[in-house]
């Protein structure tokens, strides 16, 4: 079969739900006997760490007993031996009510952090943006199959689903204001995302013993991690590269390496499938055109309010921190706990998805 003849014509193969997307289905609550010191570990991480019974400072060396199983396990995932957003916003939810439905009054987190209830806001607001965009998903095999058959009408539809879905996708990323305090984020959880690429966490890496003799560097769980928007962006043929910076590019792309591995090809495969910007550029179809740029532009919405969300949750503490200490730096030098300059990629990434909108007339 060729994976690339047509997107999710196969769902299955690339691990991808009809119904969630890229969210796993039904994660385990529960795991093998061999995994149970690690699973009771994880459960009782905060009170562990309020208790002081985890260390109070970063090790540069991770022990042997836990770096050598937790690299062969994230080898045969495909995945690098930190934790991402995978980990932590996919595969980490459950329904109180197993017959109810997907909403945040009826789930919870499998696995939390210290900051009482800002670990489980941020991850299942994080997980109900994905539900929300996830519905486009379906549509994929529609898109190019209006491509193929130059069906202007359907194709319109199609697009006119999409952008639906991403404004939904913006509605439930606003619940992250009711849901989540930006002390607790920035001061608490924010720690347990960092990771060590780029960080003054640890600046030189981490050793994992028996593994590596020498430092290895991997960035924090972010949502450029998240293969949603990054699906949207292949679809549409939105290109983060600029003649001034290659960088946001460079670094979306590195970002798919923390995605599952069957996420990753899907994405492969959308990309490069047949554009679907230079039919519609092609097509002399201004409702067309006017279809497809409300994609776009659903797209510039919620990546200019990701910017607000940062300025309120990341900027601002940042700053009143400096502040506290007599210090004073820039805000584009605030890193992500991806590792990158925060406002700086996301403005990029806000501009040049911008530069994809059609001329209408």
């Not at 210290?114 to 898109?143: Q, Y």
């Not at 946001?248 to 792309?253: D, F, N």
């Not at 820039?330 to 001329?359: I, N």
Request: net charge negative; glycine share 4%.
């Amino acid at each position: 079969m060729d994976l690339l003849e047509n997107p999710l014509e196969h769902p299955e193969k690339f691990h991808i739900s009809e119904d969630l997307g890229f969210i796993l289905e039904d994660p385990l609550e529960e795991l093998p006997d061999r995994y149970q010191l690690w699973v009771k570990l994880a459960k009782n991480l905060s009170s562990l760490v309020e208790k002081g019974q985890f260390r109070k400072e970063a090790e540069q060396v991770l022990p042997r007993n836990i770096a050598v199983p937790f690299c062969d396990l994230s080898k045969k995932l495909g995945l690098p031996p930190i934790m991402v957003y995978a980990d932590c916003v996919l595969a980490n939810w459950k329904k109180k009510d197993p017959l109810g439905s997907m909403t945040y009054d009826n789930m919870d987190t499998l696995f939390a952090f210290p900051g009482g209830d800002c670990s489980k806001g941020f991850f299942l607001v994080s997980l109900l943006v994905e539900k929300a965009a996830a519905s486009a998903m379906k549509i994929i095999p529609d898109i190019f199959e209006a491509v193929r058959k130059k069906n202007l009408e359907s194709l319109k539809e199609s697009l006119q689903s999409v952008a639906s879905s991403v404004s939904e996708a913006h509605k439930m990323f606003q619940l992250v204001h009711e849901h989540v305090n930006p002390n607790d984020f920035f001061n608490v959880l924010r720690v347990f995302l960092a990771g060590w690429k780029n960080s003054s966490l640890l600046p030189k890496g981490l050793i994992y013993e028996g593994v590596s003799e020498t430092p290895m560097e991997f960035a924090g769980g972010s949502a450029a991690q998240s293969s949603i928007m990054q699906c949207f962006d292949a679809l549409l043929g939105i290109q983060h590269t600029t003649e001034n910076d290659e960088k946001s590019a460079k670094y979306l792309e590195e970002m798919r390496n923390y995605m599952p591995l069957p996420h990753k090809i899907f994405l492969e495969a959308v990309a490069s499938h047949s554009s679907v910007r230079d039919f519609v550029s092609s097509s002399g179809d201004t409702q067309l055109k006017k279809a497809y740029n409300e994609c776009v532009k659903a797209l510039v919405h919620i990546r200019n309010y990701h910017l607000q969300v940062v300025n309120k949750y990341i900027i601002t503490p940042s700053s009143e921190q400096e502040s506290a200490k007599g210090q004073k730096s820039s805000d584009d030098e605030v890193k992500g706990t991806g590792g990158t300059h925060l406002l700086v990629f996301l403005r990029s990434v806000r501009d040049t998805t911008k530069q994809a909108l059609l001329e209408e007339s």
